[in-house]
């Protein structure tokens, strides 16, 4: 079923998103997907199976993602500047998406099954980079750069930083 298996994680994301994970009922997660609960523990087995399946589906689309920002400008460092400025904002705007990257997991979220972790993430990520802006494009070296840059304004916001050293 795999139409009732992505309105169950459309569901399961935005339960997430209007509270902790904790306090997400799987029989909510049902309704608002429109199916039995039986169907749900079918597909999922338990919360943490819905949990593992939402943290995968999220590594899923930021590798998507990821292939996006590296397709759409022609000059490879411009490449480069797309992903991280597409790193940063979408893990600006998805807590889940951050935990992945950061490997800091809060307890408002469900808890990450088998990898990818951030390191593997950040591997795929550069191994990408480098096959978008190869010939003649960039080193492996430089996409390593500027994927940890990009990983570090997730770790450490510009914004907290800026109001630390006061520019």
């Known amino acids: 079923m795999p139409a009732a298996r992505e309105s169950l994680l459309e569901a ?6 209007a509270r902790p994970w904790p306090a997400v009922r799987m029989v ?4 608002a997907a429109g199916v039995s609960r039986q ?5 999922f087995g338990d919360k943490e199976g819905l949990g593992r399946a939402l943290v995968r589906r999220e590594a899923d689309r930021y590798l998507d ?5 590296l397709a759409a400008p022609a000059d490879p ?5 797309a992903l991280a400025d597409w790193i940063v904002r979408s893990a600006r705007a998805h807590p889940l998406l951050r935990a992945l990257l950061t490997g800091c997991w809060g307890p408002g979220l469900p808890t990450p099954g088998p990898p990818p972790g951030p390191t593997d993430l950040a591997r795929a990520v550069c191994e ?3 096959a978008a802006t190869a010939p003649g494009g960039t080193s492996p070296q430089r996409c390593e750069l ?11 916001p510009a914004d907290g930083l800026r109001e630390l050293i006061g520019t």
């Open 12 to 17: 399961a994301g935005a339960a997430l998103a």
């Open 28 to 31: 909510d997660v049902a309704a």
């Open 39 to 43: 169907t749900l523990y079918n597909e």
């Open 65 to 69: 993602g990821v292939d996006r920002a």
């Open 77 to 81: 460092a411009e490449r480069l500047l």
């Open 128 to 130: 990408r980079a480098s």
């Open 146 to 156: 500027v994927v940890r840059l990009a990983l570090s304004y997730v770790l450490v």
